[in-house]
């Protein structure tokens, strides 16, 4: 991760009571974090300050941790957040008593930017989710021009002669940011349906940069719903 991430978590990353009751994570603080990949903020934004919680999954001894990072785009962001951490820091003491019991975790703490690590316990990247409630917040302007890409694109036009809107429309998801997507800019998520039988759901993913004009990367996606 880079140096100057770095030197914005040394003094604000924070360890649940019961990751530090078994000694966790097992990798030194500084070599976890250079393994994560670079957060790079929403287009048009910067980041004041960030933080970084390790947090625990419930289970003694852990079988994984959680790293919630949080990336601020002013002090009163950080602020916030740092005020909602030490009212559930007291919380979770409060009720810390036995290592049988159970305790809150640090979901849902406020961040301008919010994203879900998934760690192994010795500190390794297992998969990165952006969590930010706005996520799906697309203006129709951006929706409009994201559809108009993809649906004149050579792959998309392929596809819908075959299936022809079988289970409707394209669908714009959401934001995906360049540490979730493996691509060089944030590219908003949208979705062609060719299969959508009983409770199964299958379909291609378009990774779109509304900047630029194009689309990034296209890859199958299928779920339970």
Not at 115 to 141: A, C, M
Request: aromatic letters at 14%; proline letters at 5%.
């Amino acid at each position: 991760m880079q140096d100057e991430m770095l030197d914005s978590l040394e003094k604000k990353i924070f360890f649940h009571p019961r990751v530090k009751l078994q000694s966790l994570p097992e990798a030194d603080q500084n070599e976890m974090i250079r393994k994560f990949p670079d957060f790079i903020p929403f287009p048009g934004k910067d980041y004041f300050s960030t933080m970084l919680v390790i947090d625990w999954d419930h289970k003694l001894p852990s079988r994984r941790l959680f790293g919630r990072f949080l990336g601020f785009y002013d002090a009163q962001s950080e602020l916030h957040a740092l005020r909602e951490y030490k009212i559930r820091q007291k919380e979770i003491k409060a009720r810390d008593k036995y290592p049988e019991f159970n305790v809150h975790d640090f979901e849902d703490l406020f961040g301008d930017e919010n994203y879900l690590l998934h760690l192994s316990t010795s500190g390794d990247v297992r998969k990165v989710e952006f969590i930010s409630p706005w996520r799906r917040n697309i203006s129709e302007q951006h929706k409009r021009k994201c559809v108009g890409i993809v649906s004149h694109s050579k792959e998309f036009l392929e596809l819908n002669a075959v299936y022809k809107y079988k289970c409707g429309p394209l669908r714009v998801l959401s934001w995906v940011p360049p540490c979730q997507s493996h691509q060089t800019s944030w590219t908003v998520d949208v979705r062609y349906l060719t299969y959508c039988e009983s409770n199964s759901i299958w379909g291609k993913v378009f990774l779109v940069d509304v900047e630029k004009e194009k689309i990034l990367n296209i890859s199958d996606f299928n779920m339970r719903i």
